[in-house]
């Protein structure tokens, strides 16, 4: 009988262990740590971030006003790392944001296939925000039905920030990405 327990206590103890490798826990350092002279921020991470959080943001739709889930990675080396992500894996964006408060557009992508497991096509609003209080890359993903797929109740939530971490994680660098984002920020500036 004590072998028995014994036994399935092993077995629970691997296939916990084993779900574990399955998963992902990025919610600690990761990447290249490059320490800065920014108090504010002391590390950035190349490859990497310190951490990344979901925030609720308020989002004014005509008279409608919703709170939409941005997922954050924060202290990265780039704030643009989720929008060269989305152009490494599908080309220039579809349509682009301009918040008169910024000097970086929102750039959005739809009806893209995202994760391989399923055929779902998702919209994603990709931007960031470098400045002396905080630096983070950030993504905002809708499902075909208009759902958001970042909040608590949605199956593909850890599924999406799986798939931003490992491409931050993952990300090489694009000078096509940089040359077509300026040209874009320039056209914008000569018409203001």
Avoid at 30 to 42: F, L, S
Avoid at 110 to 118: G, H, T
């Amino acid at each position: 009988m004590k072998k028995l327990i014994l036994l399935t206590i092993i077995i629970i103890g691997i296939l916990g262990c084993s779900n574990l490798k399955e998963g992902f826990n990025y919610e600690n350092e990761v990447g290249i740590k490059t320490e800065t002279a920014n108090p504010n921020i002391p590390f950035i991470y190349k490859n990497g971030y310190k951490n990344f959080e979901i925030k609720q943001i308020l989002s004014l739709n005509k008279k409608d006003s919703i709170y939409v889930n941005r997922l954050c990675f924060n202290a990265v080396l780039s704030a643009m790392y989720t929008q060269r992500i989305m152009y490494n894996k599908f080309g220039k964006w579809d349509k682009e944001i301009w918040l008169s408060e910024t000097e970086m557009p929102i750039l959005i992508w739809e009806k893209r296939k995202l994760l391989d497991s399923q055929a779902e096509l998702f919209t994603v609003f990709v931007s960031g925000t470098e400045s002396w209080e905080e630096i983070y890359a950030s993504a905002i993903v809708f499902d075909s039905k208009d759902q958001d797929c970042l909040s608590e109740i949605s199956d593909n939530k850890n599924l999406l920030i799986k798939f931003f971490s490992t491409e931050i994680i993952n990300l090489s660098s694009n000078k096509k990405f940089h040359d077509v984002y300026s040209k874009m920020i320039n056209d914008h500036n000569e018409k203001k």
